[in-house]
């Protein structure tokens, strides 16, 4: 299982990819990293949201669920559950 909380928030910038692109390369890395039937949970960022499905599919990842999880009143996220085809 990889746990991880998408991209950052305000703590780190992509400089030199915008950010549907660093997620985008996150997503491609979790399918390299996880043995087929492994799952990745992630907090991921409201903001994203509309681009969730295309980025899962481009990574040939399985999207389970994306609950709403505010982790405070500032940062909107949705909790996302991903696995790896068998």
């Given amino acids: 299982m990889l746990l991880a909380d998408l991209p950052y928030g305000h703590r780190e910038f992509p400089f030199y990819h915008s950010l ?3 997620t985008a390369g996150i997503f491609h890395l979790t399918r390299r990293t ?3 039937g492994g799952r990745a949970v ?7 949201v509309k681009h969730l499905r295309a980025f899962a599919r481009a990574a040939e990842l399985t999207l389970h669920a994306a609950y709403p999880c505010d982790t405070t009143s500032g940062r ?3 909790l996302v559950i991903l696995e790896v085809p068998s």
């Fill in 20 to 22: 549907e692109d660093f």
């Fill in 34 to 36: 996880l043995n087929p």
């Fill in 42 to 48: 992630m907090l991921y960022p409201q903001a994203l």
């Fill in 76 to 78: 909107k996220r949705r």
